[in-house]
């Protein structure tokens, strides 16, 4: 049986006693993306969140959780964190901003605790399911403890 090495996302669940559950597929053909991975774990798209990364004027961090099939509001966004404007840090610095890949970025377990923020609809949920940060695992957990790990505040930060 082969050993699964644990994240910093799943050592932090696990430090903190949050109940979790992680769900593995397949990302041999390269499909990724949150729509795709919703797919692929049999879990329906309103619950299958991502993790963006977005850098501000300013050039301070700020991590948004939003729904697989929305697209972040960056005028909302900015709004919401009191920037000008946020645009997104390119895939070149994921890595070295927050420990994780592109495609396996968890919003839990960063190299630094950035300013997070869960798009509001995620309330309407029990859980969610996010990153567990790498590509090929998710994990689903409460949308509270969450917020809680994170730090995290929810706002409207999704286009209509």
Known sequence: MVKQTKTNAVRMLDR???PYELLTYDYADGQIDGRSVAKKIG???EIVYKTLVTKGTSGQLYVFVIPV??????KK???VVGEKSVHMLPVGDIEKMTGYVRG???PIGMKKMYDTYVDESALAHE???VSA?????????SVQDLLKLTNGKTAHVIKA
């Open 127 to 129: 859980q969610i399911i």
């Open 133 to 141: 940060g790498k590509i090929g695992t998710q994990m689903k957990l």
């Open 69 to 74: 099939a929305a697209e972040l509001h960056v």
């Open 104 to 106: 396996g970025c968890s």
């Open 43 to 45: 879990q329906r798209e």
């Open 77 to 79: 966004a900015a709004a």
């Open 16 to 18: 903190a006693r949050v």
